[in-house]
């Protein structure tokens, strides 16, 4: 077995590193002389130790948060959370250092607060700023990195094409380096395609700083010819990175993880768990709670149009999937003369004779759904989330669409991606549902809470000018 310290690899500051901690270093300053205007009498003492604290813990916390690492390829959103995590370590140990030292005693609490929220936010706004900046650099050939890609296979060519479609990252493709005759290359991807050289010629390429990066895009069976290109490229300072052939897969939400030391990354995986579920339910608990007492009497007064438009009850409660497939009961005002909830249940249709005349109302106007606010708040379903559909439907559509009940690895909503890009409504044919789960997945994939609130705000322009609902 090949040693691990095979494979360490130097590591260096690089300009633009350099330029993030100046510019957080800037931040801190800044924070701190912005927060301290609210408490008078403060002298420069203060102002200096407290951004020397305040950077000292900064440095020690993003070493444990990674915060300066390459992010380059990275979407902003990520490095934005990891500074997030980074002033999370940071502010409660200077402000529990200045407790015990007394030395910000006499801090007034605006200043703690400003200091709280300006700091943070001068860091995102500069990293913002530097992307912007990097990118139209790297766009005129600036800040560039050289990289190689070892495996000329389907994968490979989708990584170099991805690559080049986005010339802000900086990268310039040297070329594919394999080891394999050019018969077996053209099986593989079909046509003729030429090699930049072998595993060799990019080992003596790399020691010379020809390349500063190389992908290994070999199908994750290829575990000996993997470990050799490991072992020659562990004697170079190149940035080495192994790109697994997952796309065999269908991925929903890839995560890495670790099992007591072995890493695994997850194939199918909800994106919204620890401080994102916090912030998620939060905001459906806060928000369905609101909508429940602003709208106590229209949902008052609906119940009584229900009740008095036709014989039966006011909400109809059906059976459908919640998260991971457990069995919720969905609550709904009764729009149909029947409340069906067996084994098979008929979707509604155009003209449809079950549908009462108010039902016909509420069903239009999407008003029906309003009482699944209670769901909401009890935490069986959100405010957004892909759309329960009845049980008989899940059973009928998950042996027809493959990756169906992947839907389930997030909570249902009252509205969703699908409901606002116009996929509501009756299915009546399999390309219909089809769609629906592309919006469901994309949804899982793409989840953040600003997603959330664009949804919620694009559903009310939807209720306006209601479409293809029955």
């Not at 006499?106 to 709280?116: A, G, V």
């Not at 490991?230 to 993880?257: E, G, K």
């Not at 994106?271 to 709208?295: A, M, N």
Request: hydrophobic share 45%; aromatic share 8%.
């Amino acid at each position: 077995m090949v040693s691990t310290s095979q494979y360490q690899v130097r590591t260096h500051h690089s300009l633009v590193g350099i330029i993030y901690r100046l510019l957080d270093a800037l931040a801190v300053v800044g924070g701190a002389c912005v927060a301290l205007r609210f408490t008078p009498d403060t002298s420069g003492q203060s102002l200096a130790v407290i951004a020397a604290t305040t950077l000292l813990v900064h440095h020690i916390a993003s070493e444990i948060s990674g915060l300066y690492r390459s992010w380059r390829g990275s979407r902003i959103g990520l490095e934005i959370g990891c500074l997030g995590l980074n002033w999370m370590i940071t502010s409660p140990l200077v402000l529990g250092a200045g407790l015990l030292t007394q030395l910000n005693a006499h801090f007034s609490y605006e200043s703690k607060l400003i200091w709280l929220i300006a700091t943070p936010l001068a860091m995102g706004s500069s990293r913002v700023f530097l992307r912007i900046v990097l990118k139209g650099l790297r766009k005129r050939g600036f800040n560039i990195q050289r990289f190689a890609i070892c495996g000329l296979n389907n994968l490979g060519l989708q990584l170099a094409e991805n690559i080049q479609a986005s010339p802000e990252l900086g990268l310039e493709f040297i070329g594919f380096f394999d080891d394999r005759p050019s018969h077996r290359l053209r099986e593989v991807v079909g046509h003729e395609l030429p090699s930049a050289g072998t595993l060799r010629g990019l080992a003596e390429k790399a020691r010379n700083g020809e390349i500063d990066m190389v992908f290994i895009t070999f199908p994750m069976r290829a575990e000996k010819r993997i470990r050799d290109y490991l072992s020659t490229l562990s004697d170079t300072t190149a940035s080495v990175y192994i790109v697994p052939d997952f796309f065999v897969f269908q991925m929903l939400h890839a995560r890495w993880n670790q099992i007591n030391g072995l890493p695994v990354v997850s194939v199918y995986e909800t994106p919204i768990t620890g401080i994102d579920g916090v912030i998620k339910r939060g905001f459906d608990l806060l928000v369905g709670s609101l909508l429940l007492v602003l709208l106590a009497i229209p949902l008052a007064l609906i119940a009584a149009a229900v009740k008095w438009s036709s014989p039966g009850p006011v909400f109809f409660r059906q059976q459908r999937y919640g998260l991971m497939g457990e069995e919720i009961r969905v609550w709904k005002f009764r729009s149909m003369r029947i409340c069906e909830d067996g084994p098979v249940v008929r979707q509604a249709t155009q003209n449809d004779d079950r549908v009462t005349p108010i039902g016909r109302l509420l069903r239009k106007t999407s008003l029906d759904e309003l009482p699944q606010l209670f769901n909401v708040v009890a935490g069986s379903m959100s405010l957004v989330g892909p759309r329960p559909h009845a049980s008989a439907h899940n059973e009928q559509y998950r042996l027809l669409i493959d990756g169906y009940m992947l839907r389930h690895k997030v909570k249902p909503g009252i509205t969703g991606l699908a409901q606002v890009n116009g996929s509501r409504g009756e299915t009546e044919t399999l390309d219909k549902m089809e769609r629906r789960i592309e919006f469901d997945h994309r949804y899982i994939r793409e989840w953040t809470p600003w997603l959330d609130l664009k949804i919620l705000a694009k559903t009310v322009l939807v209720l306006l000018r209601p479409h293809n609902v029955y």
